[in-house]
């Protein structure tokens, strides 16, 4: 669809590839400022502890600034602000004395250097009531006193929690009794998805600085600079235009970035009591105390006729939150609506109880709730076409949900129509290239070394708009504006987390006006100067980020021709863009009278010195729709029999993207998300210690071990087909990469091991000793 | 506190600085030279993201007290480009979209532009043990492979 265009679909190098590989990008971490004070956290050694008393006599002596419960604003909210309020459980105060995981914080203070901020935090004495900890949620929904959180707040209204349960959410669409009535084949499976942690290389982070007039400017690790002012706004009471939050660049987040960190409230607190600049920047231990992704467990039980359809689905799911809500009734509608999205059920009964726990909080993490449901759900398509003698592709091919009908990949409440679909081409493609059917059917052997073919296929949702507005928020300000020399601008608090959101939306406006894609500059940006964005997460950037400056960018085009109608004496109407590769200049000429033509810098100068304006608009737009952005996965592994170690060997991937804008980029996604997947199938997981609370791994990388250099193929042997479809309702015809590379790579993993050994694993990660085990069972 | 008094060599020029005899590379390139492009990941040796080149070998600045250092030639991601627009590696990140967050790109060039000088022709294997501890979130390491080929075939070039 794309080989009309100029710049679209064609690889540039990056904006901000310079910056970065020279050193001189600045993160969060990298920056300081005069007289800048250093805070640290201070936290719990207790799962589960209630503070009697604090003293913080020496650290006062050793000049510190402190802070604690006793003194920050005590209101209650929620860190991540995506959903709407009254979808939004508030159970965080800044600082609590009730501490609920270790490394839970109770104050912070600041001093002079880091060093001496720790000596401080060292010195607070604090007198301790131990409670019992709640480390699994058999012992969290067991208990009926001392409770991680009493009450809570629904948006304005309290909630007393039981049993340690956050919240439930139950969707049904038709009756699954007689669903399962008319099944031929039923099966039920439990499934089991880890707590990977984020490891954002970059730990998290927060400088403050409180300004003269009164009000702060904030330079956080974030995917979302306008979530951060709204809520440092509400907790500190500081009118919103004096909370400036600045667009920095992160070290990667993968979710965690959705919520505002918690350490940007702590060192806003230290910030306005020091009346100082203060940073805080995370240590790698507290980063690993600080976020990780919902694990889950559930049951599925599906049923089917014997040609395949299915005729009833449901689906009970307990969700570990650790100790506080990061909006898990958001995670929980997700679950089940990327259940309901991927094949079509007769009827489908999902029900999801979020439990607290003394653990590490849960957030998103790429893929949020569909990684977690794909595995399961693509698990048992695999199980289901054994069982019906089918081909386990065709199976997919014959339900999966697709062009013309309706989804809710985001829940229930994000309803829309699919107007583009690549998934049968994707599969097609990939199946050749990798050799499917023939390496199904090859002889696994009795060797020390067996290799495997696994399949499997997934989506995200582009985003979270819809043609009626649901529980989430999803919209995007962007301004567009024509320098007097013809050179572009766009201004957005649209972040980029290292996908290329930025490049994305740059090269389209330089396809829309027809200009080089180094006449397109990406504006700094900061909350003050920029209308809301609502975040970069869900596989939004390109879709609806970038689909908002493409918007404005044809107002601004308007503008723009209006003045050259003026100037070349003609109608709007009658105007056309043509590039010059040679000068690399762009015109605006008369259809059919080139003789009439100006220059787009000589337009935006001519309206200038006749005093009519700059070519400028800005605007806020909502997508009335969330394509579901398709992958699919073909993996071949090897196992080795002796020490259960599994090797990558080749990969297609299939990424249904519509018009694909940067795509070398793309691929980069496609090959990180596949990365973050296979880790969390073969090695992540943060396990709390059972009677400490206390993370096993130490918070040593070491002992959270990921996939290294050393255990992913090279680009020989890691293909990326993109679809050739095209989405109307996108920008030029795009929709999303980002978490959809992830979503569908894991259940095709553990596929291919099952191709290899037999075993179908239904619990992630699947370690060297779950093989080696499995092996011995089987006797292979 | 007690602090020495110690000349460091960094790119190529000398810094006098009185330092104490616990503090580490990385925190001296950081705060005190404002070398901010040598990043901080763990602190204890496990991610890489802090190396830089000491006398040309790809070390861990996380690792190394600021007082080993004296007599050495300190080289980080600032001064790789010796005085140059940039490093062959540094325009073969770029060109093969080796860089997403560009987090660890810094340690990444500088230990491939190391590997490079010492093994102009590498084969995939030698990269992956010279990048083996260097930890990257984002990328799934095949990009960079590819643009770490690509750098060498650069500086062989240039060589
Ligand atoms: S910061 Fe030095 S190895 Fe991680
Ligand atoms: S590019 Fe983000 S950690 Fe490597």
């Known amino acids: ?780 | 506190m007690n602090t020495i008094s110690i000349e460091l060599n960094v790119n190529g020029r000398d810094w006098q600085l009185s330092v104490a005899p616990n503090e580490m590379l990385l925190n001296v390139l950081r705060e005190r030279l404002h070398y901010t492009g040598t990043k901080y990941g763990c602190g204890i040796g496990e991610c890489s993201a802090c190396t830089v080149l000491m006398d040309d070998t790809p070390v861990l600045s996380c690792q190394i007290l600021a007082v080993q250092c004296v007599g050495k030639k300190i080289v980080t991601i600032e001064g790789l480009a010796e005085g140059q627009e940039s490093h062959p590696m540094q325009d073969a990140f770029i060109e093969e979209g080796a860089v997403q967050c560009g987090f660890c790109t810094p340690a990444m060039v500088l230990t491939a532009a190391a590997l490079v000088k010492e093994k102009p022709d590498p084969e995939n294997q030698d990269i992956r043990d010279a990048l083996r501890g260097n930890f990257c979130r984002c990328t799934g390491y095949v990009k960079i492979l590819k643009a770490v080929q690509s750098g060498a075939r650069k500086m062989r070039e240039l060589s």
Not at chain 1, 654 to 664: F, W, Y
Not at chain 1, 749 to 757: F, R
């Open chain 1, 1 to 780: 669809m794309y080989e009309n265009y100029q710049f679209v679909g064609k690889d540039y190098p990056r904006k901000e590839g310079k910056a970065r590989v020279s050193g001189k990008e600045k993160y969060p971490s990298d920056l300081s400022f005069d007289h800048m004070l250093y805070g640290r956290i201070l936290r719990s050694p207790y799962a589960h502890a209630r503070i009697k008393s604090i003293d913080f006599t020496e650290a006062r002596k050793m000049g510190a600034v402190c802070i604690s419960y006793e003194d920050a604003p005590d209101q209650f909210f929620n860190v991540r602000l995506v959903s709407i309020p009254s979808a939004t459980y508030k159970d965080w105060t800044i600082f609590s004395d009730h501490m609920r995981q270790v490394g839970d914080f109770y104050g912070a203070v600041a001093a002079e250097t880091e060093e001496l901020a720790e000596k401080a935090a060292r010195a607070v004495r604090v007198e301790w009531e131990v409670l019992p900890s709640y480390l699994t949620m058999e012992d969290a929904m067991a208990a009926s006193e001392n409770l991680i959180h009493e009450k809570v707040y629904l948006h304005d209204k309290e909630v007393i929690i039981r049993n340690n349960i956050a919240c439930t959410r139950e969707v049904v669409e038709g009756d699954i009794e007689e669903g399962f009535k008319q099944a031929d084949v039923i099966i039920e499976e439990t499934f089991e998805t880890p707590r990977q942690y984020h490891c954002q290389l970059e730990t998290k982070t927060c400088v403050v600085r409180p300004e003269p007039e009164g009000g702060i400017t904030v330079w956080p690790t974030t995917q979302a600079v306008h979530n951060t002012r709204i809520l440092l706004g509400k907790v500190f009471t500081i009118p919103l235009n004096k909370v400036n939050v600045v667009r920095v660049p992160g070290g990667g987040h993968f979710g965690s970035g959705i919520h505002t960190n918690p350490v940007a409230l702590i060192t806003t607190a230290l910030a306005l009591k020091a009346n100082r600049t203060v940073k805080i920047s995370l240590s790698r231990e507290e980063d690993m105390y600080d976020h990780v992704r919902y694990p889950s467990k559930y049951t599925l039980k599906v049923g089917a006729r014997r040609d395949g359809t299915l005729t009833a689905g449901h689906m009970k799911a307990y969700i570990d939150i650790g100790c506080h809500h990061v909006q898990a009734l958001a995670f929980l509608g997700v679950m089940s609506g990327f259940w309901h999205s991927l094949y079509r059920m007769e009827s489908m009964k999902y029900e999801g109880t979020a439990v607290y726990t003394n653990k590490v909080p849960t957030c998103a993490m790429q893929g949020y709730g569909a990684p977690q449901v794909t595995f399961g759900v693509e698990s048992m398509m695999d199980m289901l076409a054994e069982k019906l003698g089918m081909d386990p592709i065709a199976l997919r091919i014959q339900n999966y949900v697709g062009l013309g009908e309706i989804f809710w990949g985001q829940g229930p409440t994000i309803k829309s129509k699919i107007f583009s679909d690549g998934v049968v081409e994707l599969i097609e493609k990939g199946a050749e290239r990798i050799k499917y059917y023939e390496l199904k059917k090859q002889e696994k052997g009795s060797g020390r070394y067996r290799k495997g073919i696994g399949f499997a296929r997934g989506f995200h949702t582009s985003g979270t708009g819809a043609p009626m507005p649901g529980e989430v928020k999803d919209y995007t300000t962007a301004q567009v504006k024509v320098n007097e020399d013809g050179s572009i601008d766009i201004l957005t608090a649209l972040m980029d987390q290292g996908g290329g959101t930025l490049d994305a939306a740059a090269k389209i406006v330089a396809e829309e006006f027809q200009v080089s894609f180094d006449k397109v500059g990406i504006s700094p940006a900061d909350s003050r100067s920029t209308g809301y964005d609502v975040c970069t997460h869900a596989t939004r950037g390109v879709y609806c980020g970038a689909g908002a400056v493409h918007e404005v960018a044809k107002e601004t085009k308007k503008i723009l021709f209006d003045y050259a109608s003026r100037m070349l004496d003609t109608y709007p109407g009658s105007l056309e863009l043509i590039y010059e590769e040679d000068t690399g200049e762009t015109r605006i000429s008369v259809v059919g009278n080139p003789e009439r033509t100006a220059t787009i810098a000589e337009v935006a100068d001519h309206a200038m010195n006749k005093d009519w304006g700059t070519a400028i608009f800005s605007k806020s737009i909502r997508k009335t729709a969330c394509p579901p952005a398709y992958t699919n996965y073909f993996v071949e592994v090897e196992v080795d029999t002796h020490t259960g170690h599994v090797r990558i060997l080749r990969v297609v991937a299939g990424s249904d993207a519509g018009t694909v804008i940067n795509p070398d980029l793309a691929r980069g996604q496609m090959h990180g998300g596949f990365y973050r997947s296979a880790g969390m199938v073969l090695l992540e997981n943060t396990q709390h210690d059972g009677s400490t609370g206390e993370l096993t791994n130490k918070a040593s990388l070491l002992d959270y071990k990921m996939m290294g250099i050393d255990e992913m193929p090279d680009e020989d042997n890691f293909e990326v087909i993109f679809a050739s479809t095209y989405e109307p309702t996108g920008p030029l015809g795009a929709k999303g990469v980002g978490e959809a590379a992830f979503n569908s790579a894991p259940p095709a993993i553990a596929s291919a091991i099952c191709d290899a050994i037999g075993v179908r694993f239904t619990k992630l990660p699947i370690s060297p000793e779950d093989i080696l085990e499995a092996i011995g069972e089987k006797k292979l």
